[in-house]
């Protein structure tokens, strides 16, 4: 999993970190940051918003500070405001901001059955209302509206397979 992180140092001026983290098959927890590999890391929770880091030799305790109005992580004495963005979210951030005007599609986030069709053509629906359900991997996933209006059309039958990407319903 890769997150791109804006950590403000000492000096007030931000730094953007690049951090992909990922396991090996024995469950070693492997990262690296701007694509260099961290060697030797070792990470453990110990109580909440607390993490207890190992790098090679060194020991260090990180906490999160649950008070602060800005998110804030505190090392040793030092204390860092970040923010972290999950860049798999970008796509729904943008969707969510873009204008409602006009037709929407309901696309499949994956491949799987459509189990459910819970609003039919011509039903109004509310923005995030539930609209059409898939099953992917024995997991049931409903999809919602993303804007208020009418469902103009439904593309896929219940039952009907589905792949990544198809268009399965279109509100108006």
């Known amino acids: 999993?890769?997150?791109?992180?804006t950590v403000t140092g000492r000096d007030g001026a931000p730094q953007n970190f690049q951090v992909e983290l990922s396991r090996d098959k024995a469950g070693k927890v492997l990262c690296h940051v701007n694509g260099e590999a961290i060697a030797d890391i070792d990470a453990r929770?110990?109580?909440r918003d607390i993490l207890s880091l190992l790098l090679g030799t060194r020991s260090y305790e990180v906490r999160r500070d649950a008070a602060a109005a800005v998110p804030r992580v505190v090392i040793g004495e030092e204390s860092f405001a970040y923010?972290?963005?999950?860049?798999?979210s970008l796509g729904a951030r943008r969707a969510k901001a873009a204008s409602t005007d006009g037709?929407?599609?309901?696309?499949?986030?994956m491949p799987g059955k459509v189990?459910?069709?819970?609003a039919a053509e011509g039903t109004a629906v509310e923005a995030g209302q539930g609209v059409i359900v898939i099953e992917?991997?024995?997991m049931q996933n409903e999809l919602k509206s993303p804007k208020s209006g009418t469902v103009k059309k439904i593309m896929a039958a219940e039952g009907a397979t589905v792949n990544a990407g198809d268009a399965l319903a279109e509100i108006e």
């Open 136 to 138: 992917a991997m024995k």
């Open 83 to 88: 923010e972290v963005r999950d860049p798999r």
């Open 115 to 118: 189990v459910r069709i819970i």
């Open 45 to 47: 929770t110990n109580e």
């Open 1 to 5: 999993m890769t997150y791109e992180i």
């Open 103 to 109: 037709p929407k599609k309901i696309k499949a986030p």
